[in-house]
């Protein structure tokens, strides 16, 4: 399974061993992949032999800096020669795809902009956001001369970015030729770019011709009546045979014409699937490779010897999958059995792969467990094997996989290789339910590209990004034995996600039953009662009914079936078994991981239900602070808000001065935010009367920290920084992190990961911010 920390990230498409730290103008060797080396530590990668001085580099520095203090964080990569890629150096000249590949390669320790610049063109990532806007920009860009050339594009590219984000950066300034931007100026991030003046003004022209064209039809056809009582009946046949061929000539080519016009304008705004692609912050559309694949020998599920070779011939869809997973692993081999069974008779040139990425779980009990509890016992193999043949493997395909906090992080990769043997393309999961499907049909085309004949995929689905259901919206989804299951606002509600699936490792039928105790408790105490919902986007077919009929007896609380995956992503599910409550609003209160915590008793999930709704006010989180200190009624005035940047949060704390301060970093993006925050927020509505709590939103998408806050209100603001901004403040190791200030303005305590219960984070409150110190 994945860790709240691999999940806050959406993981790297490649984990490397980082070498030692390179400085500002180390020279690149080939460890892998240096930038990514470097990135993790600072803003800019520039290998000293690029040509470029070491002022120039400064400079570029400065600038990088500059941004970061005004709230737009970015990092560049100057990629000047291929030797700067390291072992990668297939993707030289495909800025594109080194973006994406790096981005997601940095996302464990920075989720925020990215920019490549190589001498043939630029390429941009922001992990978890469409790219079309950045290339919109960068694409003007042109790089083209090396040396100082790079280093201007790499200016322009952040300060053009920057401006599009309403931050108004110093102007790049050239060295040595400035490379043009071209004429107008880009569009900001997020535009559609609208037909262009000259087809606005030929879709003009040719609605005036159809019209005109019309209007001699109608001309003809009054003539005609006309004709009719006037004249003979031979006279009337002569016009007829007239004027019906010119009829008959203006209605068709009015129609032609409009055909014309329906067919430009449609052409010249409408997304093209790539555009959609593009612009979907949850679906990875892949970075391509042209490499033989490493072969490797492992065990399959049975017990039986497995080569990669011994498929040569056919299409393999290779995935790596922790065998006791359940998070994202079911994400990955969902999609590639759609993948499959999108391919038809086809289906036979396509196998299925996987190979454990478990440190912990190697045996062949376990892969074959995975394999029968998600239906996938005959349809694919599952290799294993001791765990250094496993680490041999993962090391070739640059696979990380490790144990944190006694969980497993691992790249969610899953490779597509030709029927040569050589590497085609890689994509990456990410946590989206509802996108399993397209990113099956994106592995099936990319199979049927590679394919003798290009076989047809039997799917048609849009790449657009579907929308999760929130839960302060009403719905209605099937539920099992027949009828429907409400959910949405109106009471407060525990809902519990699961699918069959978990009984592997969370031993389901117990916790089920466990629940019912819960339920009674619930209805004669008037707690939120339990609505369970089976995850049926990803669940083998006809699993439920069977599971439900073996259990020792009927649950007293409805089974929902999502059927669609887009409830559990928008009620922001990180796996399965998850438990979380919600208050009358659909405001989530408490979210809780049975997969990575354990069962609650319900005793315990009851004191949990009560602590959030009693905490967590269902609207106004300010209205329990009413006769605050001026300083702190300043606070709760902006509840919720994200203002200013580093510059601003740090004058905050200055003129908090007196008061203990509770500093929360968080991100959107960030799973183990998103399950503390509710903490903070009833923290906050306890303790705001003698405490300043603020939060620091790190290295994420305004829009994003919005949206987020506007579903999850607090009472005090949130500055957007980046980490490395408040590296004075603190050493930033992940997110979250919480920071606790004495009232003279010393760090007294910085506590880094997930508080995972209100008694510990209220008692750290006490602790460092009550104690008067």
């Not at 297939?90 to 795809?97: D, G, I, K, S």
């Not at 039809?217 to 006279?235: C, G, I, K, P």
């Not at 269902?618 to 300083?631: C, E, F, K, M, V």
């Amino acid at each position: 399974m994945f860790s709240a920390r691999a999940l806050t990230a959406l993981l790297a498409v490649v984990t490397v061993t980082l070498g030692a730290t390179v400085q500002l103008a180390a020279t690149a060797r080939a460890d892998g992949d240096p930038g990514s080396d470097v990135l993790v530590y600072q803003p800019l990668f520039l290998a000293s032999d690029s040509g470029i001085s070491v002022d120039e580099q400064v400079r570029l520095g400065d600038l990088l800096h500059e941004a970061s203090s005004a709230g737009f964080p970015v990092r560049v990569a100057i990629i000047a020669t291929p030797s700067d890629l390291g072992a990668i150096t297939e993707l030289w000249r495909q800025p594109r795809a080194y973006a994406h590949f790096l981005g997601t390669e940095l996302s464990l320790a920075y989720h925020g902009r990215l920019i490549v610049v190589m001498p043939n063109g630029l390429g941009f990532n922001w992990p978890g956001h469409p790219s079309a806007s950045g290339y919109r920009i960068v694409d003007r860009i042109n790089p083209s001369g090396g040396g100082a050339h790079l280093l201007d594009a790499a200016r322009q590219a952040v300060t053009a970015l920057a401006a599009a984000a309403g931050v108004h950066l110093k102007p790049a300034t050239s060295t040595k030729g400035t490379p043009s931007t071209g004429g107008n100026p880009p569009p900001a991030p997020g535009t559609v770019r609208s037909a262009s003046g000259g087809t606005r003004v030929l879709a003009f022209v040719l609605l005036g011709v159809v019209a005109l064209a019309i209007l001699g039809a109608r001309f003809l056809y009054a003539r005609h009546r006309h004709a009719v009582s006037a004249r003979t009946r031979r006279a009337r046949q002569v016009l007829l045979a007239r004027d019906g061929r010119w009829l008959l000539i203006g209605l068709s080519g009015a129609g032609l014409v409009l055909a014309g016009v329906l067919f430009l304008i449609p052409a010249a705004r409408a997304p093209t699937p790539v555009a959609m692609l593009a612009n979907n912050p949850v679906l990875d559309p892949g970075t391509a490779f042209n490499r033989p694949a490493p072969n490797f020998t492992l065990t399959d599920q049975f017990g039986r010897q497995a080569s990669l070779s011994s498929f040569r011939g056919k299409v393999v869809i290779l995935g790596f999958n922790d065998s006791e997973c359940t998070t994202m692993c079911p994400l990955t081999t969902t999609a590639m059995l759609d993948a499959q069974a999108m391919l038809g008779s086809a289906r036979s040139r396509v196998q299925l792969l996987g190979v454990d990425a478990n440190p912990k779980a190697t045996s062949i009990e376990d892969v074959l467990s995975y394999s029968e509890v998600h239906g996938m016992l005959h349809a694919w193999d599952f290799l294993t094997g001791s765990l250094s043949q496993l680490r041999r493997v993962w090391k070739e395909y640059s696979i990380g996989a490790e144990i944190t906090h006694n969980l497993v992080d691992h790249t969610p990769a899953i490779f597509v290789i030709g029927p040569n043997g050589r590497l085609a393309k890689l994509f990456l999961t990410q946590q989206s339910y509802a996108a399993v499907g397209q990113l099956g049909q994106l592995l099936a085309n990319e199979a049927s590209s590679l394919l003798l004949g290009h076989p047809t995929v039997h799917s048609h689905l849009s790449y657009s990004h579907i929308a999760g259901i929130s839960p302060t919206t009403s719905a209605t989804i099937p539920r099992a034995g027949g009828g429907e299951v409400a959910l949405g606002p109106g009471r407060a509600r525990t809902i519990l996600f699961f699918a069959t699936w978990d009984r592997q490792i969370t031993g389901l039928a117990g916790g089920l039953e466990e629940l019912k105790r819960y339920q009674s408790l619930a209805i004669r105490e008037d707690l939120p009662q339990l609505t369970s919902v089976d995850e049926g986007s990803v669940e083998p077919s006809g699993a439920l009914t069977p599971f439900l009929h073996s259990l020792t007896s009927q649950l007293n609380y409805p089974v929902g079936i999502d059927t669609t995956g887009r409830v559990a992503d928008g009620y922001e599910v990180g796996g399965q078994p998850w438990l979380m409550v919600l208050n009358s609003a659909g405001q989530i209160a408490y979210y809780y991981s049975v997969a990575a915590l354990g069962w609650p008793t319900p005793t315990r999930l009851a004191h949990l239900a009560r602590i959030a709704l009693a905490r967590v006010p269902a609207t106004n989180p300010t209205s329990t602070l009413a006769g605050s200190p001026p300083a702190l009624a300043s606070l709760h005035k902006q509840a919720a808000q994200l203002i200013g940047g580093y510059n601003g949060l740090i004058r905050r704390i200055h003129a908090l001065r007196g008061y203990p301060i509770v500093l929360n970093v968080w991100a959107s993006w960030c799973i183990p935010c998103r399950s503390e925050f509710n903490l903070f927020a009833a923290a906050s509505a306890r303790y705001g009367h003698q405490v300043a709590f603020l939060g620091a939103n790190a290295d994420d998408s305004a829009g994003d920290a919005r949206a987020f806050l506007h579903q999850h209100p607090i009472s005090y603001p949130s500055y957007g920084v980046s980490t490395t901004d408040l590296s004075p403040l603190a050493s930033i190791e992940g997110l979250p992190t919480t920071i606790f200030i004495s009232k003279t303005g010393k760090v007294l305590e910085v506590h880094t990961g997930q508080y995972d219960s209100q008694g510990i984070l209220d008692s750290d409150i006490s602790t460092y911010a009550l104690a008067g110190r």
